[in-house]
């Protein structure tokens, strides 16, 4: 068996999963089993996932995705067993399983998860800079010999705060995670954030050190896309690796953190020069978050939905929440990042 810390639980495995950081042996929370039913399938043109979804009499829940091959997962009815059959490559299954899968699992067992991607900021307004910085690194790649609007060269950055950026499928959570990756800020979650409240505060719990960017966000932040593995065979989406590490950019924070606040990205403007943020109020930002459950197909019962109201109206009522507008261009990116850190020293003050 395989074991892994994710999500703020101890994931066990009879498959080693592609790019999870490996933990020792520990008390499981949820066993994942996989079972290959045949040759995996040649990739074809990309034509969408067909996902059915059932809630057995059992109390199991099947979640299944078909297209350009197949693969069934089924969440038992204690949530402590995923089990899946498949003809995928495994790092495609696991590309899954690591969304909405988990996801749904999680939920199932009364815990929030928001579609969002999670970066953590350390004290506001206090980073580390970090010593001996070579620029010809590795390192460095995407990057040149500093960054731009973030300082006068590379700050190791990170700690106990966290801020969340949610919006819709497609607003640019992981390209804008990504900008914030470039500067030395490490990230904690990609598309998933998932969520447990300690006292009066909200933490935010690791994910997985990747992120998933289209290639013109590569391009943008990170440098060439060749030679980064793809999410799935049939769609050009790559992996950009995360370091967990003694690095200075492009890395993973696998400790919890404290979320700071909520940054809400609305829809790109082509006529708007500079970023704007405002605050939301908290009984709007409330209904903004219900509408971002991950994953949002997922149907619960009454009583597990009124305790996600609840905690959701505590999160809105506890943690600034923000909108970003933007203007659309790729470019603007280390403009959005100093608006979202500046304002974070105000909310935060």
């Known amino acids: 068996m395989f074991f892994y810390q994710i999500y703020g639980i101890t994931l066990s ?11 020792s042996p520990a008390p499981t929370d949820i066993e994942f089993e996989l079972t290959e039913t045949g040759p995996v399938v040649s990739p074809q043109p990309a034509t969408g996932w067909q996902i059915n979804r059932e809630q057995k009499p059992d109390g199991t829940y099947e979640l299944s995705y078909s297209g350009n091959g197949m693969v069934e997962f089924q969440i038992s009815p204690s949530r402590q067993k995923i089990s899946a059959r498949t003809n995928l490559p495994l790092p495609e299954v696991t590309a899954i399983l690591l969304g909405a899968v988990l996801g749904s699992a999680l939920r199932l067992r009364g815990t929030v998860c928001l579609h969002s991607s999670a970066i953590a900021v350390g004290t506001p307004g206090s980073p580390r800079t970090t010593k001996n910085y070579d620029p010809g690194s590795p390192l460095s790649k995407g990057g040149g010999g500093g ?5 006068g060269g590379i700050k190791k950055r990170g700690g106990n705060q966290a801020i969340a950026l949610i919006g819709a499928k497609g607003a640019g959570k992981s390209t804008t995670a990504a900008a ?8 904690l979650a990609d598309d998933v954030a998932v969520l447990t409240q300690k006292d009066n505060s ?14 013109n966000a590569v391009n943008a932040v990170y440098g060439s896309e060749v030679g980064l593995s793809r999410v799935m065979r049939q769609i050009d989406k790559r992996y950009v690796e995360l370091n967990a590490e003694n690095a200075v950019q492009w890395r993973f924070q696998a400790q919890p953190a404290n979320l700071a606040a909520i940054y809400f990205l609305e829809p790109r403007q082509l006529e708007l020069a500079t970023p ?20 949002h197909f997922l149907t619960l019962d009454r009583d597990e939905q009124d305790r996600e109201f609840a905690f959701l109206g505590s999160l809105a009522a ?4 923000r ?10 990116l280390p403009q959005i990042c100093d608006a979202i850190l500046d304002d974070l020293k105000c909310v935060c003050c």
Do not use: C
């Open 13 to 23: 495995s009879n498959r080693q999963l592609p790019g999870l950081m490996a933990i």
């Open 147 to 151: 960054i731009k609007g973030g300082g």
């Open 180 to 187: 914030f990756a470039k500067r030395g800020y490490p990230i």
């Open 202 to 215: 909200f933490l935010v719990h690791p994910g997985y050190p990747r992120l998933r960017l289209w290639p």
């Open 276 to 295: 704007a943020i405002a605050p939301i109020p908290s009984k709007i930002g409330l209904m903004m978050l219900l509408g971002h459950r991950y994953p």
């Open 318 to 321: 506890a943690v600034p929440l």
């Open 323 to 332: 909108k970003v507008d933007r203007p659309d261009e790729l470019t603007k």
